[in-house]
T-cell receptor
Framework: GAGVSQTPSNKVTEKGKYVELRCDPISGHTALYWYRQSLGQGPEFLIYFQGTGAADDSGLPNDRFFAVRPEGSVSTLKIQRTERGDSAVYLC?????????????FGPGTRLTVT | ELKVEQNPLFLSMQEGKNYTIYCNYSTTSDRLYWYRQDPGKSLESLFVLLSNGAVKQEGRLMASLDTKARLSTLHITAAVHDLSATYFCAVLGGRGSNYKLTFGKGTLLTVNP
């Protein structure tokens, strides 16, 4: 079956611009997560959705970052006024449910480069 | 705050040799995962360890968990070039955040012929 998909796979943008990154979770998965992986580091948690609502957005670095999941399926991570420090791979994951019994399945990521 | 430390961060091995990667974490956790990541690719789940004393093996890789010591190991037996990749351990957050994975910095493994 289809896994988690993310678009675009690569995004190059200029400093100060606005970007949107899209995540399509596995069909039927109610939980969705965004992580950010900077060069040479492990992924870091950004935000978690259960259904349509953001259950935990404590990992978002500042108010330039925002994510939505309006219909409980596809999610969009939005970054305003991008900065060079935002350059990273943004990973999306989904799971069938919430909690320790449900494994998170990761997508291929979107590599964001801010010039 | 949950912290996860891996060592070594870089590991260069010869084919046929054995080695162990260590993962320490700071607080009680429900689960520990090991992932593999090839350059430019996403994370591939290798093992999930649930309880103290858990041991899992797949091919040349064996993972174990000691929850009392808050330590997991990934042992590589008779390494082959195809095992070259970055390996991450990740710990599922404790009470109140049992959906959040906290990752180590990763171990870049290079297996030389």
């Amino acid at each position: 079956g289809a896994g988690v998909s993310q678009t675009p796979s690569n995004k190059v943008t200029e400093k100060g611009k606005y970007v949107e990154l899209r995540c399509d979770p596995i069909s039927g998965h109610t939980a969705l997560y965004w992580y950010r992986q900077s060069l040479g580091q492990g992924p870091e948690f950004l935000i978690y959705f259960q259904g349509t609502g953001a259950a935990d957005d404590s990992g978002l670095p500042n108010d330039r970052f925002f994510a939505v999941r309006p219909e409980g399926s596809v999610s969009t991570l939005k970054i305003q006024r991008t900065e060079r420090g935002d350059s990273a791979v943004y990973l999306c994951a989904s799971s069938l449910g919430q909690g320790p019994y449900y494994e998170q399945y990761f997508g291929p990521g979107t590599r964001l480069t801010v010039t | 705050e949950l912290k996860v430390e891996q060592n070594p961060l870089f590991l260069s091995m010869q084919e046929g040799k054995n080695y162990t990667i260590y993962c320490n974490y700071s607080t009680t956790s429900d689960r520990l995962y090991w992932y593999r990541q090839d350059p430019g690719k996403s994370l591939e789940s290798l093992f999930v360890l649930l309880s103290n004393g858990a041991v899992k093996q797949e091919g040349r890789l064996m993972a174990s968990l000691d929850t009392k010591a808050r330590l997991s190991t990934l042992h590589i037996t008779a390494a082959v070039h195809d095992l070259s990749a970055t390996y991450f351990c990740a710990v599922l957050g404790g009470r109140g955040s049992n959906y959040k994975l906290t990752f180590g910095k990763g171990t870049l493994l290079t297996v030389n012929p």
